[in-house]
């Protein structure tokens, strides 16, 4: 991820879409404005399928519903929008971001759960990560590992939501990995409907970004 590039403008800097409905800008750099580092590894606290539904089940018959917050974040490489995504294991893909701690807002939690998995850590004092509007919800309607896109008449009582929330980089920043997990720069072209490879949720990011017009600054 450290390929240095200059980037160019693309097509996407008007804010009109068709029959003249407006459409937001969203600014995004190149992969080569950034710096990537790395820190101590951070323990994972499920080993098997097993482990999380249990873990799950014991958080929410402590504190109910559980709520997770989730980034989408895009830099620019060979002129086309690439989203940031951390790999685990070698195998499994995740969109930055964790569980909200009990009365925790999404926007604190978020922001927290970036600088400790893209910071120095969740006391860091670099430049703060700018949370955006909320670009969709998925719910989980019991411990299992199915998902869906909106919440079905018959789920009373769901176990968990995942909100997704776009962040928007400045024009550079650090980011410092823990050891044990990959930072990854991935073409929407290469998520968008990708289920085997990367889920529902991140291949569906793709659709969610369809309202926006990218903006990439040459600098």
């Known amino acids: ?36 580092g790395s820190k101590e590894a951070i323990p994972f ?74 910071s120095v850590g969740e006391e860091s004092n670099e430049i703060g990560w700018e949370v955006g509007e909320c670009l969709g919800m998925w719910w989980r309607h019991d411990f299992e590992t199915l998902l869906y896109p909106y919440l079905p008449p018959n789920m009373k009582r769901p176990k968990e939501c995942i909100k997704l929330f776009l962040v928007k980089l400045p024009m550079s920043r650090r980011f410092i990995v823990p050891k044990n997990l990959k930072l990854l720069a991935v073409p929407l072209c290469q998520v968008h409907e990708n289920h085997k490879t990367y889920g529902p949720i991140i291949s569906g990011v793709p659709q969610l970004l369809s309202k926006f017009s990218f903006n990439i600054i040459d600098t």
Do not use: W
Not at 56 to 85: D, Q
């Open 1 to 36: 991820m450290g390929d240095e590039r200059g980037g160019e403008a693309v097509d996407g800097n008007s804010s009109s879409g068709v029959g003249g409905n407006q459409r937001q800008v969203v600014d995004i750099y190149p992969l080569g404005c950034y710096y990537f």
């Open 45 to 118: 606290k499920d080993e098997t399928l097993s482990d999380r539904v249990e873990r799950m089940k014991s958080n929410y018959a402590a504190h109910g519903l559980r709520t997770c917050v989730e980034a989408v974040i895009l830099v620019e490489l060979f002129k086309h929008p690439h989203l940031l995504l951390l790999q685990v294991r070698n195998s499994i893909f995740k969109l930055p971001g964790g569980r909200l701690r009990p009365a925790e807002s999404d926007i604190d939690g978020l922001k927290r759960k970036l600088s400790r998995k893209l």
